[in-house]
């Protein structure tokens, strides 16, 4: 069914069965690979609240979550994109820290972001996103535990919002073209 979100037409694109399978399989990836170490789950808000936290409930390990916001605004020609991390309290030193966030674009936020978290020495880091449109990558970013490659198109739901509306839906959606 087609859903109206302000002034676009949306059309199901992942259902919502689409999306546990590939939220459970990614959950005993990670069961497998973490059973010895308890990782530190980062969270990027706000669009991976709802991912992370299904995610979350499938993990059998011992595990932390903590969630975080990123503020980016454009810095000099030399600096590029700035991101600042709103929330981050939790010690990364000597970590396994795995990073939760929604969608992978052009990989320009994780591509400021990561060497943040590198700053901080984690014993290991690892990503996980539940999208990546790999056709729009300026930045490439190493996705360790993805959910779905999708096309180079704009998406809402399960967290995914256009202009603020759109995250409580179930399954995920395209613009109609
Ligand atoms: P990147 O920095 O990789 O270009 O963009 C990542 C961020 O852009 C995501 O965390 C998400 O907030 C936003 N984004 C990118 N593509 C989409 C999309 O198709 N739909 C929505 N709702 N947000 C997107």
Redesign the pocket.
């Known amino acids: 069914m087609k859903k109206k979100i302000h002034d676009k037409h949306f059309v199901p694109f992942l259902s919502e069965a689409q999306i546990q399978d590939a939220v459970k399989r990614i959950g005993q990836q990670i069961n497998q690979d973490y059973k010895d170490v308890s990782p530190l789950f980062i969270a ?1 808000l706000n ?1 991976s609240f709802m991912f992370a936290s299904d995610l979350f409930k499938q993990l059998e390990i011992n595990a932390e979550i903590s969630f975080i916001k990123l503020a980016s605004y454009k810095g000099t020609s030399s600096t590029g994109t700035v991101v600042t991390a709103i929330g981050l309290e939790a010690t990364l030193h000597n970590r396994d820290v795995v990073i939760i ?10 591509s400021a972001f990561i060497p943040q978290i590198l700053d901080h020495h984690p014993h290991s880091l690892k990503i996980c996103s539940l999208l990546h ?1 790999k056709e729009a990558t300026v930045h490439p970013i190493k996705i360790d535990y993805l959910g779905f490659e999708i096309p180079d198109l ?3 739901g399960y967290g ?3 202009d603020g509306l759109g995250r409580n839906l179930h399954q995920i959606m395209q613009v109609e073209n």
Do not use: A, P, Q, R
């Open positions: 990027i669009g966030e929604d969608i992978v674009d052009t990989g320009k936020t994780l449109k704009f998406v809402v995914l919002d256009y």
